[in-house]
């Protein structure tokens, strides 16, 4: 597994909060899971900044919900 820098880490930290406050009472331990999950992969394909994770995160998201988008 790569080493994610911090400012990565911080980056998915605060994506993660954003996208899960979407969620009714920021979302159960299952799905806040999932969103980080697709966080981590997009991370370590080197996909680290606010945006690029926004997106995967707002992508995970749809999926969870069932929205296509």
Avoid: W, Y
């Amino acid at each position: 597994m790569t080493e994610l820098s911090e400012r990565t880490k911080a980056n998915m930290d605060v994506v993660l909060e954003e996208t899960c406050r979407q969620l009714p009472h920021g979302g159960d331990h299952a799905s806040r899971r999932f969103i980080a999950q697709r966080l981590i992969e997009a991370a370590q394909s080197g996909h680290s900044t606010l945006g690029e994770l926004g997106i995967v995160a707002r992508h995970a998201l749809a999926e969870l919900t069932g929205k296509s988008g």
